[in-house]
């Protein structure tokens, strides 16, 4: 056997392949199941370079059974896939805000009542502000201890990777402060400076806090941190300090970095090991 053939065996081989539904495996008439043994080849295809007929597709494997099954047991996917549908109507149906109005933003309008009372009862508006950062001096003070004082600087990674990041895209597009925005010189950053808008670093913050505390099983303190950023984005909203879009991205933001400085640490962990044992003259040995 010269080595052309040799290759060829190894490869038919190789692709060897179960094919099932990707689903569940289906019961025929017969009682049995719906797999089919296949030995594929790259001999195989349109011509013979290993292209996969059109025929083979997966999706032509697909039962009723697949189907009520994915309806039943995938509810999650199945509720998105009615909201692409659902929200491709809207967009395609609704009527873009004129230039000469303000945006539509649907949290505005869910706090219509608080704000008016905000706008009325400045004293209201300053103590809520006064506690609003408080809370983000609670948020620091924990992000910065996990790093100083127990030596994990995971969080603190990560709100440098965020805080960042929201400085890059706030510049990019600086959008403009809601009209009916009220202010207050005890809110942060103290002083009625000027701030970006897109994205909510208080809401981010808060979320990588939050993740590090269930990291650590502090659960108690996590459900507090978490009750209180509900409350701060009531706020915000009530006060038009931040769009809905914000807030909703603040999250997101905060669970992105979050894995994000988790990656960078794995990254640094494995690369400190290859270094030790490559002075040390031994193969290196990664966990998976």
Same mark, same amino acid.
């Given at each position: 056997?010269?080595?052309?053939?040799?290759?060829?065996?190894?490869?038919?081989?190789?692709?060897?392949?179960?094919?099932?539904? $990707?689903?569940?495996?289906?019961? +025929?008439?017969?009682?049995?199941?719906?797999?089919?043994?296949?030995?594929?080849? +790259?001999? +195989?295809?349109?011509?013979?370079?290993?292209?996969?007929?059109?025929?083979?597709?997966?999706?032509?494997?697909?039962? #009723?059974?697949?189907?009520?099954?994915?309806?039943?047991?995938?509810?999650?996917?199945?509720?998105?896939?009615?909201?692409?549908?659902?929200?491709?109507?809207?967009?395609?149906?609704?009527?873009?805000?004129?230039?000469?109005? $303000?945006?539509?933003?649907? =949290?505005?309008?869910?706090?219509?009542?608080?704000?008016?009372? #905000?706008?009325?009862?400045?004293?209201?508006?300053?103590?809520?502000?006064?506690?609003?950062?408080?809370?983000?001096?609670? /948020?620091?003070?924990?992000?910065?201890?996990?790093?100083?004082?127990?030596?994990? $600087?995971?969080? @603190?990674?990560?709100?440098?990777?965020?805080?960042?990041?929201?400085?890059?895209?706030?510049?990019?597009? /600086?959008?403009?402060?809601? /009209?009916?925005?009220?202010?207050?010189?005890?809110?942060?950053?103290?002083?009625?400076? @000027?701030?970006?808008?897109?994205? @909510?670093?208080?809401?981010?913050?808060?979320?990588?806090?939050?993740?590090?505390?269930?990291?650590?099983?502090?659960?108690?303190?996590?459900?507090?941190?978490?009750? #209180?950023?509900?409350? /701060?984005?009531?706020?915000?909203?009530?006060?038009?300090?931040?769009?809905?879009?914000?807030?909703?991205?603040?999250?997101?933001?905060?669970?992105?970095?979050?894995?994000?400085?988790?990656?960078?640490?794995?990254?640094?962990?494995?690369?400190? #090991?290859?270094?030790?044992?490559?002075?040390? =003259? +031994?193969?290196?040995?990664?966990?998976?």
């Amino acid at each position: 056997m010269n080595a052309a053939d040799a290759a060829a065996t190894t490869t038919t081989t190789a692709t060897r392949t179960l094919l099932s539904s $990707p689903y569940k495996g289906s019961k +025929k008439a017969n009682g049995g199941r719906n797999d089919v043994n296949v030995i594929g080849s +790259k001999k +195989k295809g349109v011509n013979g370079n290993g292209d996969v007929h059109c025929w083979n597709a997966s999706f032509m494997k697909w039962t #009723l059974d697949d189907v009520v099954y994915v309806a039943r047991y995938h509810r999650i996917p199945c509720f998105f896939a009615a909201g692409l549908f659902f929200f491709m109507y809207v967009e395609y149906t609704l009527r873009m805000v004129p230039d000469s109005s $303000p945006p539509f933003d649907l =949290g505005f309008i869910v706090t219509r009542s608080f704000h008016r009372a #905000l706008a009325s009862w400045p004293e209201l508006n300053t103590l809520l502000a006064a506690l609003n950062t408080v809370f983000v001096g609670m /948020q620091s003070v924990y992000i910065i201890g996990t790093w100083l004082v127990e030596g994990r $600087p995971r969080a @603190s990674i990560a709100a440098l990777f965020m805080f960042t990041c929201r400085g890059i895209l706030g510049y990019s597009t /600086q959008l403009p402060l809601p /009209q009916e925005f009220v202010g207050s010189g005890v809110d942060f950053p103290v002083g009625n400076v @000027s701030f970006f808008l897109f994205f @909510s670093g208080h809401v981010a913050g808060s979320v990588i806090a939050s993740l590090d505390m269930r990291r650590m099983q502090r659960w108690s303190l996590a459900w507090l941190f978490d009750t #209180l950023n509900v409350l /701060q984005a009531v706020r915000l909203l009530g006060t038009r300090g931040h769009y809905t879009i914000d807030l909703a991205v603040g999250v997101g933001s905060g669970i992105l970095f979050d894995l994000l400085a988790g990656k960078y640490e794995e990254w640094k962990r494995k690369s400190a #090991l290859v270094s030790d044992t490559m002075k040390e =003259g +031994k193969p290196a040995k990664l966990k998976p």
